[in-house]
Every structure is written in structure tokens, then in C-alpha cells.
């Protein structure tokens, strides 16, 4: 690899009708050498901790296969490992919703530089099996051409080997070059990260090569030529091989945590279970000065308020309740009834019907309830906040804005496309869940939709959700509940 010049050294101006070929995604077009991290997260996503710690005691063994019998043979451990018997649906899904976040999150800041300089881009990937790779690389970063290891299929279920074509690695990288942009096409740049690479380098105009730099920062979110706004899965970061031991090792204890600290929100009254809660590492922040609300509902003399708040879990309202440190009621919809029947609090099952919703909630606030709405509909882990829904602007002038973050650690309590009865237990199974809970202040009369402050409801949702993302540095979005399902789960978002 000496006889080409590293990949900093390449000009990338008036590059814009070039073809960019890069013969690998991991160590390449991704800052990690490693592809184990991304192979873990589909393990996980489809398979559970199980898979994990199945493909965590082979790993040793792949690394072993690498340095003294071959790469190829290396992947083919992994790959075996991962998907043997998994729908291959499943592993497209998680391709499309858990992986683009944490590749996202690893781009080369050299060989991505150079890329997006390109009008056509190419990229063969070896270690890393086209149906993992190639949803975020030509959503995401704009690749043409994306050519890859495929994996074997029988009725929809993957046998864990590869497609009789094997493993593109070495020359069988360059075939797959010349198949794809015909045998005289000659690329304008190459680029490469490792020996078996320069065969097809050396078809390129141009070739360069990526070093091995660990401590290089990746592309910064806001270079990215598309965010990520909306992701799945559980596992909160990238699972290096130490990553992935100590997840195996927590999931017990966690597990039981979790269960512990679920009984002490059951059982025990306000007072003690916020103390309890803080001595098993759960805690929450305030901010702001929270509204005098009463204690008891035979102390309530005028109708309720409405804490408007930006949706980050199903924990929400449990710690905007411990903020307050009074009863409220809140709405839910996707949420199980597992989190319905361990909440402390009132919760009432709205049904996505605008004229029965707005009933049950006004008929809520004249008995004096406090209630808390989340207008976004739906989570989302990242810096922005979806589109608020209007429907709470009409239904009271007694508006109370609320910033929410939350803090974890190991596991993600939300998602989209799996069994969202675990939300709870993921959440709490965190070794040190926490949120900052910030109250803004109450809206005044002419910002609400009363008589004379002329104002609509959009106005004013707009102008919540406005406040909301100021006060967290986020971003505002005109993305909805549909989006994020259709983006992750490929439907609406509704429950039948």
C-alpha cells in the first residue's frame, strides 16, 4: 500500500464529474477497522441478548481466522453467527432503522470529504454484507453503486452462508467493479485501506490509501448530508467487544433492578418512592419553578392545567409527576398496558378520535385534573422536536410548557418496531436513568386561543413547540408520528 499517497493528500476541487470508488466500508468509509460493532447490533435487534453472547464467544475465533487463515474466512464466522435462521426481513429492517445512526456517527472525515465531492459514487463492501450496508448508503450519503457480499436466503430465512459468489475480497472486488461499470470503465478515484485492496485501486485514475488513525473525530452531525432524526433498536452505544461483555453482564442485574425499582413506583407513596428511587440511581432534575398545584383532589377548587411537554419515553409524565410531587392524569395511546397498570398516577387510554378525545380531556380538566399531554404523539431520541399537534391549545387557556431530557446510559426505553411492553423494563434496566424536568412559564391570556388574544390553535402549538426547543438547544421539525413509522416500521403508527 506505500506506493499510494494517503487519502488526505487527494484535491478534492472540481471533482464534481468524477467516480469515486471505495473498496471497503469499515476502516475506509467508517473510521472503525472493525466490523464486529455493526454485526452486534443486528444480533442484538434480532436475536436478543442470546445471539449477542453467542457471536461475543466467537468473536476470539474470527480474529483468529483473520490473522492465520484468511479474512474471508473471518466474515463467514460472523456472518453465520448473525443471521443463521433469522428472517431476512427482519435483518432489512434492522439495516433501515438501528444501523445508519451508528455509521452516521463513524464517518471518515477524510474519505467522506472526498466522496461528497463526487458526482458518482461506487463502493464495494467485503466485511461488512450488502443488505447491512446498503439502505444507508445510498439514503443517506448518495452512493450509486453499492456491491457487496450477499448472503444466502431459503423461503425468506437466512441460512447464514454466503451467495456461491463468496465474499468479495481481493480480486473478486474488482470482477465485481468491472461487472458493474464495464470492463473498460476506469474510475477516477480509489480508495483503499488494506493489501487485498489494490487491485481495484489499481484500476482507478488516481488511488490513495486511508490510515489507520483511531483517535481522528468523525464528521460532525451538522456535516452530514442528511440527519438522522429518527432511529431504533435498543442498545444506546456502538457495542465494541468490551461494550458487549458488559451489556451480557448487566442484563441480569439490570433485569432485576428493573423489577425493583418498577415495585417501588407500585407500592410505596410519593415521599418514600422518590427517595427509594434516588438511592437505586434513578433521579431527576428541576429547573424552573414548578406551578403550586394541589395535593388532593378534594382541595381543588378550579379547573386544571395542561403541561405541555416534549416527548422523550413512556417515563414522562411519571417524572414530571415526581417534579410536581402531586397527582396528574395523562393521556395515552401506543403506550402498554403494562405502563398503565404500574403507573402511580391516573392514566386515561385516548383513542386518536378528535371529538371523544377533546370530551374526555375537557370533562378531565372541569374536575380539576392536571393533565399531561406530549403534542409530538410519538418519541424521538434525537435533538429535535416533532411537529406539535394542536388539539391542546383548544382544550384549555391554562398552559403550562414543559423541556424534557432524558439520560440513559446502555439501553434505549422506546422504539418502534418491537414489543413495546419491554419500554419499561429497558428503561429502568439503565444503571443510572435519569431527567431534567424544566418548567417554563405559563403561557399568558394573549398567547392562548381565549376570546380576545385573536390567536389560533396552530399559532400557539407552533409557538410552544418553539419555546421547547429554544430552552433544550433543539431543533424544530415539521415531522409527525407517520413519519417515524413510516421511516422505521413501514406503517402509520396506528393501533388497532
Known amino acids: 500500500m506505500a506506493a499510494f499517497p494517503t487519502v488526505d493528500k487527494c484535491k478534492s476541487n472540481d471533482r464534481k464529474s468524477a467516480t469515486v470508488v471505495v473498496a471497503e466500508m469499515v476502516g475506509c ?5 472493525s466490523s464486529f460493532p455493526y454485526f452486534a447490533l443486528v444480533a442484538f435487534d434480532v436475536g436478543g441478548i442470546l445471539r449477542l453472547l453467542v457471536l461475543l464467544l466467537v468473536w476470539p475465533l474470527s480474529r483468529l481466522l ?11 464466522v460472523l456472518i453465520f453467527t448473525t ?3 433469522v428472517n431476512v426481513s427482519k435483518i432489512e429492517s434492522a439495516a433501515t432503522a438501528v444501523l445508519p445512526k451508528f455509521y452516521s456517527s463513524d464517518l471518515h472525515p477524510e474519505t467522506w470529504r472526498v466522496v461528497s465531492e463526487c458526482q458518482r459514487r461506487c463502493i464495494v463492501t467485503a466485511s461488512i454484507p450488502k443488505i447491512m450496508a446498503e439502505p444507508f448508503l445510498k439514503s443517506f450519503l448518495g452512493f450509486d453503486t453499492v456491491l457487496g457480499t450477499e448472503i444466502a436466503t431459503y423461503n425468506g430465512i437466512a441460512t447464514g452462508f454466503v451467495c456461491s459468489s463468496g465474499l468479495l475480497i481481493g480480486q473478486h472486488k474488482a470482477d465485481a467493479l468491472h461487472k458493474a461499470l464495464g470492463a473498460k470503465a476506469q474510475p477516477d478515484i480509489g480508495i483503499g485501506n488494506r ?4 487491485g481495484l485501486i489499481a484500476l482507478c485514475k488516481e488511488g490513495y490509501v486511508v490510515p489507520a488513525k483511531p483517535k481522528l473525530e468523525a464528521v460532525r452531525r451538522e456535516e452530514l448530508p442528511k440527519p438522522i432524526i429518527f432511529h431504533d433498536g435498543r442498545l444506546v452505544q456502538k457495542p465494541t467487544p468490551l461494550i458487549a461483555l458488559l451489556i451480557i453482564l448487566w442484563f441480569p442485574i439490570g433485569f432485576f433492578l428493573a423489577c425493583l425499582r418498577i415495585a417501588i413506583v407500585q407500592l410505596l407513596p410519593l415521599s418514600l418512592a422518590y427517595y427509594s428511587l434516588w438511592a437505586l440511581g434513578v433521579h431527576v432534575t428541576v429547573k424552573g419553578t414548578p406551578p403550586t398545584l394541589a395535593k388532593h383532589p378534594m382541595d381543588r377548587k378550579n379547573s386544571g392545567q395542561i403541561f405541555v411537554m416534549n416527548h422523550r419515553t413512556v417515563f414522562d409524565s411519571f417524572f414530571l409527576y415526581l417534579a ?11 403506550s402498554s398496558r403494562i405502563i398503565e397498570f404500574i403507573s402511580p398516577f391516573k392514566t386515561v387510554r385516548i383513542r386518536r378520535d378528535r371529538k371523544q378525545d ?5 370533562k378531565l380538566l372541569q374536575e380539576g385534573d392536571n393533565i399531561a399531554i406530549c403534542p409530538e404523539g410519538t418519541t424521538c431520541r434525537e435533538p429535535y422536536v416533532l411537529r406539535f399537534s394542536a388539539l391542546f391549545a383548544e382544550l384549555s387557556d391554562q398552559l403550562v410548557p414543559v423541556a424534557l431530557v432524558d439520560h440513559q446510559s446502555m439501553f434505549h426505553g422506546t422504539t418502534a418496531r418491537g414489543w413495546k411492553a419491554m419500554d419499561t423494563f429497558f428503561f429502568t434496566m439503565n444503571p443510572r436513568p435519569s431527567y431534567e424536568v424544566t418548567f417554563l412559564n405559563k403561557l399568558a391570556p394573549d398567547q392562548t386561543c381565549n376570546a380576545t388574544s385573536g390567536k389560533n390553535s396552530f399559532e ?3 409557538y410552544v413547540q418553539r419555546v421547547i426547543a429554544a430552552t433544550l438547544s433543539y431543533e424544530c421539525t415539521s415531522f409527525t408520528r407517520k413519519d417515524k413509522y413510516r421511516a422505521l416500521a413501514g406503517n402509520d403508527g396506528n393501533v388497532v
Request: glycine share 8%; hydrophobic share 40%; aromatic share 12%.
Open 358 to 362: 377533546t370530551a374526555m380531556i375537557k
Open 460 to 462: 400557539v402549538a407552533n
Open 66 to 76: 483473520y490473522y492465520f487463515v484468511s479474512e474471508s474466512a473471518a466474515t463467514q
Open 324 to 334: 410536581l410531587g402531586c397527582p396528574i392524569t395523562a393521556p395515552t395511546y401506543s
Open 83 to 85: 443471521f443463521a435462521g
Open 29 to 33: 468509509l467508517l473510521r472503525d477497522g
Open 195 to 198: 493489501q487485498s485492496d489494490i
